[in-house]
């Protein structure tokens, strides 16, 4: 068991073989989880379109070559495995072929392409995140406080008193203040 990573998109524990430093992985889980749709037959033969280009891809037991479009890759019958109706392939060559290097930690058991770039999962996302993008353009970030655009010419008065009358002498010694304030013109207006 292996765990296979693309990037930071998706990840998934494959049953794997090794031989020497070679992870074998299975191509038909692999390419399920990098969205590639692909067909297996009992002889041991892989085909699928990559997108965009619809580019065939083929790998099969019989032959040395690997080939995506014009691009081939030589591997050796010793490093592919035809078991239980899956075919296993050695990691790196695989993404030598999709033109997206993947590296194999032995001490981790971990098999990861960094930059699954090529792949249908990684366009999906990148669609996505595009599409989120532009909804939520022109939209104010979350938590921001928005405020109208027209203001109006008179809004709200406010009248303020006091009255001070001492109990000795309740006329001549009493004092008062009186304000009035409003919202004037998009300032503010005190009397």
Known sequence: MIEVRLGRIVARTLEAYRVGDEALIPLSQFFDMA??????SPAGRLEATLQPGSLPLVIDLAHDAATLGRRRVIVPAR????????????ASRLGELLDAPMYTDWSDLVVVMRDPSPLP??????????????????????????????????????????????????????????????????GSLEL
């Open 79 to 90: 490093l592919k495995l035809l078991t239980n109706g899956e075919l296993f392939f050695p």
């Open 35 to 40: 969205g590639v749709r692909s067909t297996l």
């Open 121 to 186: 999962v990684a366009q999906a996302l990148r669609r996505r995140a595009a599409r989120l993008a532009l909804s939520t353009q022109g939209e104010a970030p979350a938590g921001a406080i928005r405020m109208p655009l027209e203001r109006r010419r008179w809004d709200g008065f406010v009248v303020d008193y006091s009255l001070l009358a001492p109990s000795s002498a309740p006329i001549g010694g009493s004092s008062y203040a009186v304000q009035a304030g409003a919202d004037l013109m998009g």
